[in-house]
């Protein structure tokens, strides 16, 4: 991409910013409920291929029952089934979810680990994951989580050529100022649940189609 291109996409993506958080407000945050760090890692954990939703629903009854790190690395996996198995890929996860739990008792003193490079050492976390837990549970910036709303989001504002989420993740990282990058995502899964769906795109109501380049209202 030239300097030109590249200052273009800088500032249409500011206008998007501003506009979504107009629309949606700032401060947004992920819609999974969770009351520590470790319960959110679990409930993000959770959510893959799942929505938040159906996955809110599962902890309500899940974190009355297993409360701590310690709680999670005492059991089986197979404990967990009868807990999450509404949700798909439920043996995966509980088997993540408790190597994790192990994982982190061991090496890192019963404490959910603040740095991507810790945190994507833990067995089913990768990046997305440990962006969403960076920002939500500790305000922390090393990333931007990419989910499917934000691929297609990104690909009908332009700002990307790829689907694939850690160039996705690449791109808006070098186009957006470090202080956008919690709330990009959490800005763009709102646009992409209501107005900007993978299977439609309703632009006559959307706040962007004045300065997206895939509106239909231009
Ligand atoms: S204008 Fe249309 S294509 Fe662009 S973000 Fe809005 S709904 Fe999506």
Redesign the pocket.
Known sequence: MDNSATAKKCHMLKIVVAKLKRKYGANLRTSLDASSPWELLVATMLSAQSQDKQVNVVTKDLFKKYHSVEDYASISPKQLYSQIGSLGLYKNKAKNIVASAKAIVNNFNSQVPQSMDELILLPGVGRKTANVVLYNAFHIREGIAIDTHCIT?SG??KITRSSRPEVIESDLMKLLPKKEWGEITHLFIA?GRD??TAKR???AR????NI??????K
Do not use: A, H, W
């Open positions: 989001v009908r504002l646009l107005t900007c795109k309703l632009c959307c706040t962007l189609k997206c380049p895939s509106s239909d209202c």
